[in-house]
């Protein structure tokens, strides 16, 4: 089962208030696919091209409807898992999530901030991701990913060059599957995924983390924004 963290929750829902801060520029939806010419093998190129389309919906879906979250240009793709010595290709979305500094989430621990931002924005977009069934179908995609990257508490002060934390996990589809229909375990769900956190460009590894229930990011509307004509926003 998925539990429920009151505390964290309610802290980070004071972040999610003031996360549309206008202090980033959102690449257009189209460069949030990753280039043809970044794909190092034939089955990379082959999956970029022949959903190529379909990524670019999913890319616009997020730009109109979620506009507290940026796909990274080039994010959204299909690369291998970090240190992989074979070919295994998964569905991948890079986001980062734009926030101010908030007193209380910088008061959790490393640990329990990717705990907590896996668990809002990670989990969700990973079962937004498993939504196109066209791609998952697709016998060369062999899971799904979401890297998330968020402002480092402490770094943004004036003068100083801001570092990002971030967040990489990579998980077959069959667990994935299993776990959104509450099948698998958060538990064992963490326990076979592949994932690492990065503090800005220092590698930390494999940290302990935990996984609980948040609607936020399904639920949140901006104050004054109403999606663009015609946008599909579930």
């Known amino acids: ?6 505390r964290v929750l309610g802290g980070l829902l004071l972040t999610a208030a ?3 801060s206008g202090g980033v520029s959102h690449a257009a939806p189209e460069d949030a696919l990753m280039p043809l010419e970044k794909y190092t093998t034939l089955k990379g190129k082959s999956l970029g091209s022949a959903h190529r389309a379909r990524l670019l919906q999913f890319s616009e879906q997020i730009y109109n409807c979620l506009p507290w979250l940026w796909v990274h240009p080039g994010g959204l793709g299909f690369p291998r898992a970090r240190d992989s010595q074979d070919d295994d290709r998964y569905l991948s979305t890079w986001i980062f999530v734009d926030q101010r500094e908030d007193a209380v989430f910088a008061a ?13 924005y990670g989990v969700d977009m990973l079962r937004r991701m498993s939504g196109l069934a066209d791609v998952i179908d697709d016998g060369n995609v062999a899971g799904l990913s979401v890297v998330l990257s968020w402002l480092k508490p402490g770094t943004s002060r004036p003068g100083r060059q801001a570092v990002n934390e971030t967040f990489a996990l990579f998980i077959d589809k069959g667990t994935l ?8 375990s958060a538990e064992e769900f963490t326990n076979r995924a592949k994932f690492t956190l990065f503090d ?3 590698l930390v590894g494999r940290v302990p983390i935990e996984v609980w229930e948040d609607s936020f990011n399904s639920t949140y509307k901006v104050t004054n924004y109403e999606p663009p004509k015609g946008a599909k926003c579930p």
Do not use: I, Y
């Open 1 to 6: 089962m998925l539990r429920h963290h009151p």
């Open 177 to 184: 599957l299993e776990f959104l229909a509450k099948r698998v």
């Open 18 to 20: 003031l996360v549309v």
């Open 200 to 202: 800005g460009m220092d």
């Open 108 to 120: 959790l621990s490393q640990e329990r901030r990717v705990s907590a931002m896996f668990s809002r």
